[in-house]
């Protein structure tokens, strides 16, 4: 995709100083002003012509315009009320022939709803997301669409860590359980902060995920994810003691980990998504 499409660093200043636009830390709006790193973030999502695409937090459309150029529809969704209003004046400016191909909701991530999206149910979910709020979107995300088959987003290199983190890691902690229930993770790419204006106190990473079943148990997500805080709320103690609240008692906890076949000893950086699964099906009721 030829420079003139994609925003430079001059193009996104000219377009904040129009818009009477200051990045906000609140919404962690730091925007992409290198042209290379958009095309990479868009080759490394794989994005192609079959593909129904989601963006969140699209911003002034650095990645926005990259993934559009690829992809066969893409829905963008902007909370910001001036950058939801001046994207797709950006788009019909750089990509006329793809405006068709281009939608927008001006909603907040957090309460998108599946009726919400115009357009084909998404297959892949692209995003920069901001940093305070970047696991709760992607698995939003994940428990909305299932019809999301992929993703790629780019957090904060911390929260990336986390996110592709294998149990026993020292990373690894309630986001790696909870987008493994949902997708394998790996780390696919570090990303500077000099590609950022303004430029954040931290550097980013990339993070590719790929659909699976979740694990096969007559436990609800629900009932996981809660004996995964659980597990993790007092994360140095022993699961008899962490999971004694709720258990019910340390004796209770204890035989809920012998009914799950997990040593009660261990710490629930030692787990699987399977084993706190066995765990939540095993709970006392």
Not at 38 to 43: E, K, M, P, W
Not at 110 to 123: F, M, S, V
Not at 182 to 200: D, H, L, N, Q
Not at 252 to 257: N, R, V
């Amino acid at each position: 995709m030829p420079d003139d499409r994609l925003l430079g660093p001059s193009d996104v200043r000219e377009l904040a100083a129009a818009l009477r636009l200051r990045p906000t830390k609140q919404r962690g709006q730091n925007f992409v002003i290198d042209a290379n790193t958009v095309r990479r973030i868009a080759r490394a999502a794989d994005v192609g012509p079959a593909d129904a695409v989601l963006e969140i937090g699209p911003g002034l459309g650095s990645l926005t315009l990259a993934l559009l150029a690829r992809a066969g529809h893409l829905t963008a969704v902007e909370i910001d009320d001036v950058l939801a209003a001046a994207l797709p004046a950006t788009v019909a400016a750089r990509l006329p022939e793809r405006v068709d191909r281009f939608a927008l909701v001006h909603a907040d991530a957090l309460r998108l709803t599946a009726d919400a999206l115009p357009g084909p149910p998404p297959d892949a979910l692209v995003a920069n997301l901001p940093y305070n709020v970047a696991v709760p979107v992607l698995l939003h995300m994940l428990a909305t669409f299932p019809s999301i088959r992929r993703a790629l987003v780019m957090v904060q290199a911390e929260v990336a860590d986390r996110l592709a983190a294998a149990p026993g890691s020292r990373s690894y902690g309630v986001p790696s359980v909870k987008a493994a229930w949902y997708a394998e993770a790996r780390r696919a790419g570090s990303i500077g902060r000099t590609v950022f204006w303004p430029a954040p106190n931290v550097d980013s990473g990339l993070v590719a995920l790929t659909r699976r079943d979740p694990p096969r148990t007559t436990a609800s997500r629900v009932e996981v994810f809660a004996v995964v805080d659980a597990a993790f709320a007092q994360r140095r103690k022993t699961l008899r003691a962490a999971l004694a609240g709720w258990a019910g008692s340390p004796a209770a906890a204890e035989a809920a980990c012998a009914a799950a076949g997990v040593d009660p000893r261990l710490r629930g950086e030692a787990l699987s998504v399977d084993a706190f699964a066995r765990l939540a099906e095993a709970r006392p009721r």
